[in-house]
Nanobody, 122 residues
């Protein structure tokens, strides 16, 4: 499976931004696509994940209802809609894939796309 993230940019605090992850290759129903982010000088952290076959997504606590992850199996994409962005959301955002049931932990993801930079100005 190959993943490619896009959609990053420079926005102001309070704005919204949508990221997209294009997924190609053989995708099994239980495959999970996650979004992670890495701010300068910080560890890469889990943001959200969704199972390719559907079901309830999972979110990091800090999302607090501001972000929404969704998948479009017809277009083979996974999107991350981010609302009410804060300067603390500034980071490089990555999409990644795993067949593991532990999908909030970075080391269980085997496939990674290149990152896309999101910068939120105050």
């Amino acid at each position: 499976v190959q993943l490619q993230a896009s959609g990053g940019g420079l926005v102001q605090a309070g704005d919204s931004l949508g990221l997209s992850c294009a997924v190609s290759g053989r995708i099994y129903p239980n495959y999970k696509i996650g979004w992670f982010r890495q701010a300068p000088g910080k560890e890469r952290e889990f943001v959200a994940a969704v199972t390719w076959s559907g079901g309830r997504p999972s979110y990091a606590d800090f999302v607090q209802g501001r972000f929404a992850i969704s998948r479009d199996t017809a277009k083979n994409t996974v999107s991350l809609q981010m609302n009410s962005l804060e300067p603390e959301d500034t980071a490089v955002y990555y999409c990644a894939g795993t067949q593991s049931g532990v999908f909030t932990v970075r080391r269980y993801y085997k496939e990674w796309g290149q990152g896309t930079l999101v910068t939120v100005s105050s």
